[in-house]
Structures are given as structure tokens and as C-alpha cells.
């Protein structure tokens, strides 16, 4: 039976979750390892949902060292759907001031040290990743935070890099050039393995700073990310507990049948082992 149909995944700054009842917690072994920390089961706005603190209560691990397949595929077996992502991210756009959100609807990827898929050892998958956000549950974040009186650009490009160094400004500079909205660390490879794991997939990106482009503002400073995330915590946490409410149990979205025509290797040619690693995300296609 389902724990959770719904996780709400922390990033810096963002460790608890306020007014969770009935909590309990859990932590799965999965093939790929533990989680980043134990995950929360309970219920919130009357919902059962599960929290996981990114990079582990106290902020442990980098963006690289990241347990991200091991996170995805423990809440896949908790029975989560949908996902909801809270980070702090650059801002790469004037018009995205610090303290502002964006629900962004397209990504870059800067990374290079990190596994990014489920598949291998003897199963090959090709998903869509056009659009690498769930539309409906995009739509649904914007349109509480927009409900609550916060300031959210709908729609953008997230830069992600590998980290853990914020970027240079030759950098910075390029990515505004790509057009892009926000710049973070931790969106990549998640938000592709949720796809792979059939998940709707959103984030709440919270802008902490104008990156180092920005000529009359100050470079990001750890000190600056933490106050300004800080700032955005309460509010965060208020846009999670509305859209909760606010969400059909039904999916209606192509998430929820990523993988259906996406594995091209012949049913019989996959390892037995790869098989019973993968049932949780492969078993209703086999």
C-alpha cells in the first residue's frame, strides 16, 4: 500500500517541514544505496506526504555527491506520484530579483560527474525529456504561489552546473547570453530520473542573488544564499501546504506513462537481475 502519493524534496535552507501529523520515519535500502537522510512520512493539509531533506539535515552533501537515484527510487517505492522540488538558485535575469520564485519549465545541463539514469546492464530506455517539467503540477505551483501574493515568474530556463563552486563571471555572463532564467546545482539529474520513474516532477526555484553578472550587486556568498532562502522558507512552506489542496488524485499528464514506449530492448534479452533492480519502475511492462 502507498505511504505517500506526494514528496516535497528540501533544498538548502529547507531541512523540516512545519505541521507534518503522524510522522514517521524511513529509510529504504535501494540499489543504488540510502537516501540523502531518512524521509518523513505524515500527513499534511490532510494529505499523506513524504519530506526529504536533500543534502541530509545539516546539509551534508554536495550536489555531487548527491544519492539522487537512491532518493528518486525510495520514494518511487513509497508509492510517491508527484514531486515537488523547493531550491535556491541564482537569478540570471534582471527582472528575477532576489527573493523572487520561478517555476521553470525548461532545463540546460552544466553537469558532468553524475549518474543521471536508471538504465543500463543490459536495459536500454530513451525517455522524452522535451519538457523536462510535469505541466500540470507546474501550473498548480505557480498558480498558489501566485495566490498567496508572492512575486513568481511562470515558465524559464534553469542552468544546471555541477558545482560546488558558484560559477564565473565569464560563466554567468554566457548562460544570460543562452537566455536562460535561474542557475542552480541540484535540478539535474533529478528531475530525469522522476521522469524515468514515471513522476510528476516541479520546482519551486527561490532566487537568493543575481549570481556574479550583475555589475552593481554584490557576487553570491554562501552568507547571502542562506539569508535570503531564510526569507523564502515561510513562504515556501505555505505554497506547499495550499497546492496540496489544490491537487486532482487523478494524473492526467504523460508522466505517468513515461516508460511505456520508451524501453527498446527486447522484453526477453533483459537481465533477470536488471529486471528485479528496476520492477518497482519497469514491473507494470513486463
Known amino acids: 500500500m502507498a505511504e505517500a502519493r506526494v514528496a516535497i524534496i528540501g533544498g538548502s535552507g529547507l531541512y523540516q517541514m512545519d505541521g507534518l501529523s503522524n510522522v514517521k520515519e524511513v529509510s529504504p535500502a535501494t540499489p543504488f544505496g540510502r537516501p540523502s537522510d531518512a524521509i518523513l512520512l505524515g500527513e499534511l493539509s490532510g494529505v499523506p506526504v513524504a519530506f526529504l531533506p536533500r543534502h541530509g539535515r545539516g546539509h551534508r552533501i554536495t550536489p555531487t555527491e ?25 537569478s540570471l535575469k ?12 525548461q532545463l ?6 553524475r549518474a543521471n539514469t536508471f538504465f543500463g546492464d543490459g536495459l536500454v530506455a530513451h525517455i522524452s525529456f522535451a519538457d523536462p517539467f510535469c505541466p500540470d503540477l ?7 504561489a501566485a495566490e498567496i501574493g ?19 563571471r565569464a560563466e554567468s555572463l554566457l548562460y544570460r547570453s543562452w537566455g536562460a532564467s535561474v542557475i542552480g546545482m541540484t535540478a539535474l539529474p533529478e528531475a530525469k530520473l522522476a521522469r524515468e520513474a514515471e513522476m510528476c516532477y516541479a520546482i519551486l526555484a527561490c532566487a537568493t542573488d543575481y549570481d556574479c553578472w550583475h555589475e552593481t550587486e554584490e557576487a553570491v556568498s ?46 526477453s534479452a533483459i537481465p533477470a537481475a536488471t529486471k528485479k533492480r528496476l520492477t518497482p519502475l519497469i514491473g507494470k511492462y513486463l
Open 150 to 168: 508572492a512575486t513568481v515568474h511562470r515558465g524559464g530556463t534553469y542552468v544546471v552546473m555541477e558545482g560546488p563552486a558558484f560559477s564565473t
Open 94 to 105: 534582471e527582472e528575477v530579483h532576489p527573493l523572487d520564485l520561478v517555476v521553470p519549465d
Open 66 to 90: 548527491l544519492p539522487v537515484r537512491a532518493n528518486i527510487y525510495a520514494l518511487k517505492t513509497l508509492g510517491v506520484d508527484r514531486v515537488v522540488s523547493i531550491s535556491a538558485v541564482g
Open 222 to 267: 554562501v552568507e547571502m544564499v542562506i539569508a535570503n532562502l531564510s526569507k523564502n522558507v515561510a513562504t515556501s512552506k505555505e505554497i506547499v501546504r495550499r497546492l496540496l489542496t489544490r491537487l486532482n488524485p487523478e494524473r492526467t499528464c504523460a508522466c505517468a506513462s513515461a516508460l511505456k514506449s520508451a524501453m527498446i530492448t527486447d522484453r
Open 108 to 113: 540546460i545541463d552544466r553537469t558532468r560527474q
Open 138 to 144: 507546474s501550473a498548480a505551483l505557480a498558480g498558489t
